[in-house]
């Protein structure tokens, strides 16, 4: 593909952390990123949060919980043209991931809410969105989708190396190389899949105990003492023994996993398990990762990076390697979606299970 193809695209992710809506640009061809734009969170007030929290636990009103969702995005769209300078028409399609309300892979279905249509009329931009539902029917798991991404900015660094995303549920993309000289995306070797939580049922226990959204900086787990124990028996979950590529709803684990600790010592042994999980996953690897990058919100959690240091040593947040750790799941999806308007594989067998490399996504035009 010529470079000049290379055009802005918007993407648009909201995660299992209910956290806000990350926005970013970038500039790509669907095979390189040639550029990175700016980028954005806007966060969810008390209003959106108790709406989302309803939704993803199956309660409340669905359609109205879609439009909600939906009505906020066309508003980080905006809020992030400006930003740019940019407008509408400067702006080639949406990447537009939805917010995940239900993920049970082994029955084949995934339901992630948010109106293509009404953000698309919103916005005045093309957009694509429901990305997840075609893998699956090619018998995938619809998750995780952001490796390509991973692979197509590691592509040219000494590899193998491990992305690690810490969201509400955290993933890893393993990244290799098949000959020594590859280069081209879907000529390197991928392995993906969901190592287990991320931040969900520390910022879910947080939340009950103390009335904060996470564990700021750290200081819960860190005052706290992990029980080494309950961690290793939480790790004795069916889940860690399944061989991937394997993803996860955010609810398979419950956060009252804990109860009867003090918020300290649960913070501290949910801090322990989430590591514990990526470092089950990690066994899964063809060959170890010779470092470790994390994105995600998991990153700025001192805790968690201390756990993951203990047990992988060259542990790194992507900036390390002039990333946006805030806008990476983003990034990915404006990516996705021009792989998508190219019918280019969003997956691989080696990422979701599909039986091959599979395109998707729906696309609603302006």
């Known amino acids: 593909m010529q470079k000049e193809e290379a055009k802005w695209a918007l993407g648009l992710m909201s995660g299992t952390s209910l956290d806000g809506i990350d926005a970013t640009l970038i500039k790509t061809d ?10 954005l969170t806007l966060p969810f007030d008390e209003a959106m949060l108790k709406i989302l929290r309803e939704a993803v636990h199956g309660r409340g009103d669905m359609l109205v919980a879609e439009q909600a969702i939906t ?6 769209v905006k809020a992030l043209l400006k930003q740019a300078d940019m407008s509408h028409k400067d702006v080639h399609v949406i990447g537009f991931h939805g917010q995940t309300v239900s993920h049970r892979p082994q029955e084949h279905i995934t339901w992630q809410i948010g109106n293509g249509a009404l953000l698309a009329e ?17 018998g995938g798991e619809g998750a995780p989708l952001v490796p390509l991404y991973h692979a197509a900015l590691a592509r040219r660094m000494e590899l193998p190396i491990a992305v690690l ?3 509400g549920i955290a993933n890893v993309t393993w990244i290799g190389r098949s000959e020594s000289a590859a280069t081209e995306l879907m000529d390197l070797d991928i392995l993906a899949f969901d190592t287990g939580p991320g931040n969900v049922m520390l910022n879910e226990w ?13 200081k819960l787990a860190l005052a706290g003492k992990a029980d080494k124990a309950l961690f290793e028996k939480m790790l004795q979950d069916v889940y860690f023994l399944r061989t991937p590529p394997k993803s996860l709803d955010r609810n398979h684990f419950a956060f009252d996993m804990v109860a009867g600790l003090s918020a300290e010592n649960g913070a501290a042994t949910l801090t322990e398990f989430a590591a514990g999980a990526v470092e089950k996953g990690a066994g899964y690897f063809p060959l170890p990762a010779k470092q470790w990058f994390v994105s995600g919100g998991g ?5 968690l990076m201390q756990a993951l240091r203990h047990r992988f040593l060259q542990v790194y947040p992507v900036e390390s390697l002039g990333w946006i750790g805030d806008a990476l799941e983003a990034q990915a999806f404006a990516f996705l979606a021009v792989r998508s308007l190219k019918r280019l594989p969003l997956s691989v067998p080696t990422t979701t299970g599909a039986l091959r490399a599979v395109t998707g996504g729906a696309f609603y035009r302006a």
């Open 71 to 76: 009505l906020k995005h066309a508003e980080a």
């Open 122 to 138: 919103k916005t005045g931009i093309d957009v694509v969105c429901d990305f997840r539902r075609r893998d699956m029917a090619a």
């Open 299 to 303: 990153r700025h959690n001192p805790a």
């Open 206 to 218: 947080i939340l009950k105990m103390t009335g904060q959204d996470y564990d700021r900086d750290g």
């Open 30 to 39: 669907g095979e390189y990123i040639s550029e990175f734009g700016p980028w």
């Open 165 to 167: 995303n810490i969201g």
